[in-house]
């Protein structure tokens, strides 16, 4: 975990070296630096295993925050590279039916809460329409530096509790993730801005997974209840240049 993590910083970095360059041959516009603090609405896009119902999700507050620059190459066209720490996850439910006798079953309802934390490098590129909004696009590298995942049976029967329980509800994270920014920032004056964006993930960060018996029976089926899922999430963020 430690490599990905330099080695974002890395091309945090370079970014900014190779920029400053550039900049210096083509634009007399001073470069910028900053800091971003923000909250980011966390959510995911899930993907369930064939026969198994969806997730009902709901999306979650997080924090976000970290170093901005401002890099002019004219005055309409900004490149912004950034490097944040941003929480996302999930509080969502689901409902699965437990058959432990050949004509038995309990309909279970559980609760799953997921809190992620990233740490992000989003080159973003502006273009300034007027004085005070400038549109951004860019990609988004992020590297996964822990999760925090728990389940509960919240429903009418907790039969698993006397019944055969295969395996407990896992999360598995991935360590990468890419995916694209889209947003809109609001300059205030010259050192102060608000800033909104989306984010989408375009991998999969992770999968929420449980074992369930199907039957009771010798030869009854193990059935895998698998949400497999991508991050996004609605971010707003108040920029402070020097």
Known sequence: MKKYIIILIFLFCYQITYCQKDVKTKSLIP???????????GNVTSTPNEGVSNIDKTP????????????????????????????????ATSEYIHRYEPNQQDLHKVSHDLALAYIELNPTISFKAN?????????????QLSSEYTSNDIGEHDGLSTHEELD?????????????????????????ILESKFNSGLMKSGVISKEISTAGTANNDIKSNIFELKNNGI???FIYLF
Do not use: C, H, R
């Not at 470069?31 to 609405?41: E, L, M, Q």
């Not at 991935?174 to 205030?188: A, C, R």
């Open 131 to 143: 004085d005070k909004f400038s549109l951004n696009l860019g990609p988004s590298i992020s590297m």
């Open 31 to 41: 470069i910028k630096y900053g800091v971003k603090i923000g909250g980011n609405i």
């Open 235 to 237: 971010l707003f963020s």
């Open 168 to 192: 407990e509800w896992i999360f598995e994270g991935e360590t990468l993730d890419i995916g694209i920014n889209v947003g809109l920032s609001y300059f205030i004056n010259d050192n102060f």
């Open 60 to 91: 979650i507050f997080g924090l976000s925050g970290g170093f901005y620059i401002q890099i002019a190459l004219n005055d309409k066209w900004f490149i912004n590279p950034e490097i944040l720490y941003v929480q996302k996850g999930i509080s």
